[in-house]
C-alpha cells in the first residue's frame, strides 16, 4: 500500500513539473525579437530589413535636397506613394464560345458475331431414334417459349400442364440453355429438373 501511494504521488509530480516546464519553453519562443536579432538573423538569410519609417523618409526629399536638385538640372524626385509603374490595364474577357456539336461515338469494329438482345431462333429438333428427342434450348428463351419448343418436338403433350407444374415450382428464370435429350412419354417434372439443373 505505502508502494502505491508513493508511486502515485511521484507520478502526480512528475506531471505537475513536466507541464510547467513545457508552459516555459513555449513562453521562451514566443518572445518577439529585438531589432539587432532581426537584422542578424534576416543578414544569415541573405535579406535586408527595411524599416517603412525610413524609407519614407528617405523617399521624400528634404526641400534643401529638391532645391539641390533643381539647380543642378536633376529631376525631382517623384513622391513615395505615386508607383513607379503604371498599373495595367483590366484584361477584355474573351467572348463565349458556342460549344460544338459531339460527334458519334465511333463503332467498335469486332470479328465476333454481333450480340442480339432477342433470343436465338431454335434449332429444330432432330428427329426421335428409339424414343429419345435432342433439343437445343437457345440463351435468353422465356417459360412460355420454352414450353412452345417443347410441345413442336413433341417432348410434352399439354403446353399449359407444363406451364402449370413449372410456374408452381418457380422455376421460370432458372432455365438454362443448351442441348437435351428427352424421352416420348417423359414425366413433366423429370422434363423440368433437366431444364433447371446447371450444366458442367
Known amino acids: 500500500m505505502m508502494k502505491n501511494r508513493f508511486f502515485m504521488l511521484g507520478l502526480g509530480v512528475g506531471l505537475i513539473a513536466g507541464a510547467l516546464l513545457l508552459q516555459l519553453m513555449i ?16 543578414a544569415s538569410l541573405n535579406l535586408t530589413v527595411v524599416d517603412p519609417a525610413e524609407a519614407a523618409a528617405t523617399a521624400t ?24 509603374v503604371p498599373p495595367k490595364p483590366a484584361a477584355v474577357p474573351s467572348a463565349a464560345t458556342t460549344p460544338g456539336k459531339p460527334s458519334a461515338p465511333a463503332q467498335p469494329q469486332s470479328t465476333a458475331a454481333p450480340v442480339t438482345k432477342a433470343p436465338a431462333t431454335p434449332e429444330a ?9 435432342s433439343l437445343k ?29 413449372a410456374n408452381s415450382r418457380k422455376v421460370n428464370t432458372i432455365i438454362q440453355y443448351g442441348s437435351y435429350s428427352f424421352t416420348k412419354g417423359e414425366s413433366i417434372n423429370s422434363i423440368i429438373d433437366k431444364l433447371i439443373t446447371v450444366k458442367k
Not at 429438333?125 to 428427342?133: E, F, L, M, S
Open 61 to 84: 526629399p528634404s526641400p534643401e535636397e529638391a532645391a539641390k536638385g533643381q539647380a543642378s538640372g536633376a529631376p525631382a524626385a517623384t513622391p513615395a506613394s505615386t508607383p513607379a
Open 125 to 133: 429438333p432432330v428427329a426421335a431414334v428409339d424414343g429419345v428427342i
Open 137 to 165: 434450348i437457345p440463351t435468353g428463351i422465356t417459360l412460355a417459349q420454352t414450353a412452345d419448343l417443347l410441345a413442336e418436338a413433341g417432348v410434352i403433350e399439354d403446353k399449359n400442364k407444363f406451364l402449370q407444374t
Open 27 to 42: 513562453a521562451g519562443r514566443t518572445a518577439p525579437l529585438t531589432k539587432e536579432e532581426l537584422i542578424r538573423q534576416a
